[in-house]
């Protein structure tokens, strides 16, 4: 590692939170209120899902008949996560089928033939929390929900917050920031749906066995801001949740970027925000959360925004999962002339899609059809001119060029140590880099392959030291709270899921005197 690499790490911390600004293009597609989506004659649901699907069965055949909520898959451990059928239809065939994903991967799906009557199951019901005995239970039912992160990350939202039980959070932090340029889905949501995404955060703070939590919305959402603020009196809070604004900038919505926003703290480099006591969950999944609790509905459907040049009415749309793409864009208007590029999830950190019959799924929170002016300069890389762009804007406070020069020799203890990990892949550098260095990509492959070099042992250390960090912090948490205060340790599991039938019954009651 050369001396001004080492420096420059030792300075990292203590930084204030930095990015770039980007040219916003959410207006295109907030002009007209959400709608819901035509549902499809056609809707293809992948049957695994989660970080492990190898458990998973079919619970469907071809030829049987399926209606809304019922679940296509059964079995799976906290790992995975159930599909249920969007809508009602016969199942037409179980076969392996191209999903929307970074790594065109394929995967067994459903494909169901719609017979447009969208029957609910019968067997839906308001799930009684208070069965949840254990957190594993917990964990268990909220992935028999379909609950998973819907920002884009796709981790079951049950086993994250078994985890966040487990290590005794200090805040929830709610995630409305939304910074990417295009996508506007999590906008939508909060102006149109500001209750459930309030109940949704306390339910998630109790859970936690958090002292408080926090919505956090940019400032270039103020209708967003004014329905939250203007709910929030409605709802029994006991001063345990409050909505607060952050500065726009590209990324302020990266969950370090955004504890560092609101707390002033650095996540330490390998470790997860549960690590050191913040637990960060998108908008999106905590609405589906309080939705499950409230009425029994397992996740179906989705808030997507279509737009980009090449659509001809730009929009968001309340879609039922497993609609392709081509269905979507359709009832957008359709395409407007030629798709330079389609991309799924922002311009900045999306993916480019082979074609538009892929469905949407979970993680589809945007289509962006853009055309040639909107892509950023294609024009082939050429050498480093070290001129420090990057550097000075990377949030991260990584050396891109530093970086992108170790993985091109493979150099993986020097990647280790100049923070590879800590790279949160959101295209900043590249934005700025004057030599049209795909850097973001070059570390994606390379944290891939340090990875895969990465000795046992090394691994080994890494968990130790996130099991060091997760003692201090219980040790924290207890001393802080007296070892007796009503956490999670005096104030059992089970009386917190009492409370959480509590909130969900007042949001429910204040929603119908409303
Ligand atoms: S992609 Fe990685 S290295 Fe580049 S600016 Fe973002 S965090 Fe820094
Ligand atoms: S911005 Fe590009 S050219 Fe400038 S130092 Fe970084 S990698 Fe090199």
Partial sequence: MTESAAAHIERRRGRAVRGIEVPSHKSASTQLPLAAAPIPSEIIVPLEAGLSARDLRPAVESGQRVLRGQPLVQGGGPLSTWTHASTSGVVRSLERRRIAHPRRREALCAVIEVDGRDERWPELARPDPTQWDTPEKLAAALSRAGLEGLGGAVFPTGLKLAAAERRRMSLVIVNGVECEPYISCDDMLMRTSPRDVLAGALVLVELAGADRGVVAVEEDKPDALKALQRELPTLDTQQRLSVVSVPTMYPAGGERQLIQELTGEEVPSLA??????????????????????????????????????????????????????????????????????????????????????????????????????????????????????????????????????????????????????????????????????????????????????????????????REQLRRQRVETWDREHGGAGGGPETQPHARRLEAVAEIVARASRAQETT
């Avoid at 002339?337 to 469905?359: C, F, P, Q, T, Y």
Wanted: aromatic content about 4%; proline content about 5%.
């Fill in 272 to 465: 997860k925000p549960t690590d050191v006591g913040y637990l960060c969950q998108n908008v999106g999944t905590t609405a589906a959360l309080y939705r499950y609790l409230e009425r029994g509905e397992p996740v179906t459907s989705r808030v997507t925004t279509v737009t980009g040049g090449a659509i001809a009415t730009p929009r968001n749309l309340e879609v039922r999962l497993g609609t392709r793409i081509a269905d979507l864009v359709a009832a957008c208007g359709g395409y407007t002339g030629k798709v330079a590029r389609l991309i799924m999830g922002g311009s900045m950190m999306g993916h480019a899609l082979e074609n538009d019959l892929v469905a949407v799924g979970r993680p589809t929170n945007c289509i962006v059809a853009a055309t040639a002016e909107e892509l950023r300069d294609d024009s082939a890389a050429v050498a480093c001119i070290r001129c420090g762009n990057c550097s000075n804007v990377c949030p991260a406070y990584l050396l891109p060029q530093e970086l992108d020069a170790a993985a091109e020799h493979d150099e993986f203890d020097l990647l280790e140590n100049l923070g590879l990990f800590d790279c949160i892949e959101c295209g900043c550098c590249d934005v700025v880099c004057p030599s049209h260095i795909p850097l973001a990509e070059t570390f994606r492959v390379a944290k891939r392959r340090l990875v895969q070099a990465m000795e046992p042992s090394a691994r080994v250390r890494w968990l130790e030291a």
